[in-house]
């Protein structure tokens, strides 16, 4: 009885080709990957490149927005009106509820799937650092509420133009609108996304940036109310600081010619909107510095 040797390890060992190869293409390096991160997030923010369903929330959004602007210019056209209805600088406080839904929808997504999944080493282990990572999703998220707050002001200002209103007033009221969508758009993008990036559940994201741009609305103008039927204008001005849209309202009631909406009162002075202002401007860069901080420790 003959037996057949056993297979020595020599014999039994094969190397397979498996087609891996070295890339031999361009590096675009940190400012590709800066740039593909914030179309990505600018695009997500719309529910572009996503599922049909989270289109439905933003683009929802959108078009409030946009609607009562279209039915302004259709009155202000049919009635060959003198003036639009709202003034530019007053329409992003009007509809300060649907800014403050759309940054509650998007800036936890924005940030807590990264968060959630824990892909967030995944990003830094490429030439993207913890800076770009940042720059990209504040710039990305503020760009995002800029569309949503530009478009209406340019539905109203083509209108105005179509109804033959006087083109130098439209222009300058337009132009200070701009520059108030600016600011509130760089101030809801940073506090959202301060808010959002403390949890990584998305539902806890959604109710803390309402609590903090919504609630804390309403909480302010029911003291300034309070305050205004005690014959106090001196508190109604100092407690709009301590609400974003409020901020907002004083700094281009100060500067931008606006109407304040505070109860009862003018608004903050010249003096007092600087205070505002550097109110608003530290939010901005404190929320920018805490998502640095944030991100510092997640990105380990």
């Known amino acids: 009885m003959t037996t057949e040797p056993m297979p020595t390890d020599r014999a039994s060992t094969q190397i397979h080709n498996i087609g891996y190869r070295h890339y031999d293409g361009p590096r675009l390096g940190r400012a590709y990957a800066r740039r593909s991160l914030f179309s990505q997030s600018l695009r997500g923010a719309y529910g572009l490149g996503r599922s049909a369903k989270s289109k439905v929330l933003p683009m929802l959004l959108f078009v409030v927005m946009c609607v009562p602007a279209l039915i302004m210019v259709a009155v202000a056209v049919a009635t060959k009106a003198k003036d639009l ?4 600088t007053r329409y992003a406080i009007v509809l300060q509820a649907v800014i403050g839904l759309y940054v509650a929808s998007q800036a936890p997504q924005a940030v807590s799937r990264d968060l959630r999944f824990k892909s967030i080493p995944l990003y830094f282990s490429r030439p993207i650092e913890r800076v770009d990572y940042v720059v990209a999703k504040f710039a990305a998220m503020a760009s995002a509420l800029f569309i949503l707050t530009a478009a209406p002001l340019i539905v109203l200002y083509v209108g105005s133009l179509l109804a033959k209103l006087d083109f130098t007033e439209q222009t300058k009221g337009f132009a200070q609108g701009l ?14 996304l301060v ?11 959604i109710a803390a940036v309402i609590a903090v741009l919504t609630i804390s609305y309403g909480a302010v103008s029911t003291v300034q109310a309070i305050a205004d039927t005690q014959d106090n204008g001196s508190a109604v001005t100092w407690l709009g600081l301590f609400s974003p849209i409020t901020l907002i309202d004083g700094v281009q009631t100060a500067f931008l010619g606006a109407t304040s909406a505070f109860p009862g009162a003018e608004g903050p002075s010249a003096g007092q909107g600087v205070i505002y202002l550097l109110v608003v401007l530290g939010l901005i860069a404190g929320s920018y510095g805490l998502l640095m901080r944030r991100y510092r420790k997640v990105g380990l």
Not at 196 to 204: K, M, W
């Open 85 to 88: 209805p709202l003034d530019y």
């Open 195 to 205: 808010v959002s990036a403390v949890t990584p559940r998305r539902g806890f994201g």
């Open 179 to 192: 520059v108030s969508v600016v600011l509130l758009s760089l101030l809801f993008a940073g506090i959202g």
